[in-house]
Every structure is written in C-alpha cells, then in structure tokens.
C-alpha cells in the first residue's frame, strides 16, 4: 500500500530551487491559485516546466536530490529513484514526470498541453508572484508564474479536461488563445460575410439585387441600426421620382416647402 502523500510545503521546495539557480515557470492548479483564480479542489501539488539547457536540467536534478525526490508511482520503473538522477539529459525524454518529497509532491512538465515549447514560450509571458499555501495565503517567498492566458490554454488542451475545465469554469482565459483583445468579428459573430457593401439598383436590372433586398441583407458595422422602411403605399416609384423635380424655398421657421412639377 502507497504511503499518503505529505502535505506541500511550497517555500521549502521553492528555497532548494533557488539554492541552485534553477530556471522555472509554474503552471497548473498551484499557478492558477497564485494569481488568485479559485478553484473548486485545493491544489496538492507543484507543477514546474523547466528550462530545458543542460546546465539547468543538471541544477534542478541537484535540488531534486536535496528534497529527497522519489517517484510517485515507483512500480512504473522499478524503483524508487528517478531514472534521470543519473542522466539529467533523460527528463526530456518524457513531456511528464510525476515526483514526491516530504515537502509535497512535485511534477515536471516539459511540454505543458498546448504549449510544446514548454518554457520558451510560457516565459515571454510569465510573472513574479509571492508563493501561496494551496487555499491561497501569502508565503514569503517569490516564485515565476506562468500568465493567466497560458494556464488556461494548458488546462483547456488537457484530455480529461475540455472546455468545461476548472479555470475555465472560473474565467480564466476569456481571450482567445491567439492573445489580445478580441476583434470585432469575435464580439459581433456573422452568420455571414457582407464585408462588401451591397450596392442598390434599379428594381430588375440582371445580376444585381432591389433596394429593398439590399437593405435588409446590408450589415451595419458600427452598431447603427438600418434605416427604417417606408411604409408601401407611402414609396413612390422610379418612374414616379424621375417625373418629379423639388423645388425647396427656405420659409419663415425655417420650414421647406416643395412641390412637384409635372
């Protein structure tokens, strides 16, 4: 039977990583907590994507070391100890690796869910962050977080997870995963594309659409809504308007007056 799991103890895993220099962001459950997100479990574990350099692979096997870092499911190699102790070089041959310390258990993520490139790409955006206990209260530490943004994405791209994940559920990452604010097609949707004015022609002219259709089908794209239509009876024709002339005077209260002319 598996020995319980301790409880985490985030600044003294914190502590041995910055003894050695360690290069990180943290991603997952611990992360979305640091930036304040509340999630509906409290979070049991760190999840680490490191710099994938030899040298910073050979510094995060050392602090390993002085955590006293076994594998949680030690029946998966045989042992206890991790295989890449021996060989740092051999964490990059798995994108997971799942520890445990008796500070807490600890996962590698080398290549979060969505994010390949792992620490390359969540370090453009990450932050500086006090350390947490997992319901959230400040530690006395400092700790490089992942971005709000990337933490979403990796949560979203996790098979057990989909678009009705913890984060999600919660508002994390309402920007689309391209990054910036939305554009205006993704606020105002469009069962179609009317990215061309419909031009309006003489009602039966092959090839071209009525007045009237054309201001039905014409988006407004600035959120003004289309004219109003005349009522049928009251709209004269093209015939009639072109046997027309208006003639307007300026009257007293500034009232036009105008009359046809046969």
């Known amino acids: 039977m598996r020995p319980e799991t301790p409880d985490l103890d985030p600044v003294s895993i914190i502590r041995a990583l910055d003894k050695y220099g360690v290069r990180y962001v943290i991603v997952g ?4 907590t640091a930036h304040g997100v509340p999630l509906p479990e409290l979070t049991t574990d760190i999840d680490f994507s490191p710099e994938r350099s030899a040298e910073n692979l050979a510094a995060f096997v ?41 500070h807490g258990p600890i996962d590698l993520v080398v290549a979060p869910d969505g994010i390949p490139n792992g620490y390359d790409t969540l370090i453009t955006q990450a932050v500086v962050l006090s350390a947490v206990t997992p319901d959230g ?38 920007e689309r995963d391209q990054g910036g604010p939305p554009t205006r097609r993704q606020r105002r949707p469009r069962t179609r594309d009317h990215s061309r004015s419909v031009r309006t ?60 002319v046969s």
């Open 137 to 174: 209260a400040p530690l006395p530490a400092q700790i490089v977080v992942a971005s709000v943004r990337h933490i979403a994405l990796e949560t979203r791209s996790r098979p057990d997870q989909g678009p009705q994940s913890p984060a999600s559920a919660h508002g994390m990452g309402r």
């Open 29 to 32: 459950g611990y992360g979305a």
């Open 62 to 102: 050392a602090a390993l070391e002085e955590l006293g870092a076994t594998n949680l499911i030690p029946e998966a190699y045989g042992t206890d100890r991790p295989p890449f102790f021996d060989d740092p070089q051999m964490i990059l041959r798995r994108r997971f690796w799942t520890l445990v310390t008796p």
């Open 201 to 260: 022609s003489q009602p039966g002219r092959p090839g071209e659409p009525t007045q009237d259709r054309s201001r039905q089908e014409v988006t407004h794209r600035h959120g003004r809504a289309p004219p109003k239509e005349a009522p049928p009876e009251t709209m004269t024709s093209l015939a009639d308007r072109t046997r027309s002339s208006v003639v307007g005077d300026v009257a007293a209260g500034g009232r036009v007056r105008c009359r046809g």
